[in-house]
């Protein structure tokens, strides 16, 4: 089993930066791929990127290709998610998850664990 926690959301304007951070207590983090999730009100939960267990993995949401980099550390039981170029339309509750799954899924039903979320808006 694995607990997660988010950090690093906040207000920012329009073509700004953020980075957040999820870190992970339990064991065995490394067995874990790893992955972003954001939802909107109103809207439903979306994926927005993945990262397997090594770190060599990547798979991005196309709509925000070229803006996002996901990373781990394993050494720190610590992903993060680098966003630029931020866009009003980016204004959502982030969120990491954690599934055994080997490469990682865009689908959030297949993360077992999830963290609490972290608020981000983006103003214009």
């Known amino acids: 089993q694995v607990q997660l926690a988010e950090s690093g959301g906040r207000l920012v304007q329009a073509g700004g930066s953020l980075r957040l951070s999820c870190a992970a207590s339990?064991?065995?983090?490394?067995?874990?791929?790893m992955g972003w999730f954001r939802q909107a009100p109103g809207k439903e939960r979306e994926f927005v990127a993945r990262?397997?267990?090594?770190?060599?993995?990547?798979t991005y949401a196309t709509s925000m290709m070229g803006r996002l980099t996901i990373s781990r550390d394993n050494g720190k039981n610590t992903v993060y998610l680098q966003m630029n170029s931020l866009k009003p339309e980016d204004t959502a509750v982030y969120y990491c998850a954690a599934t055994r799954r080997a490469d990682g899924s865009s689908r959030y039903t297949e993360y077992d664990y999830w963290g609490q979320g972290t608020q981000v808006t983006v103003s214009s």
């Open positions: 339990g064991r065995d983090f490394r067995s874990y791929a």
């Open positions: 990262i397997n267990w090594s770190g060599v993995s990547k």
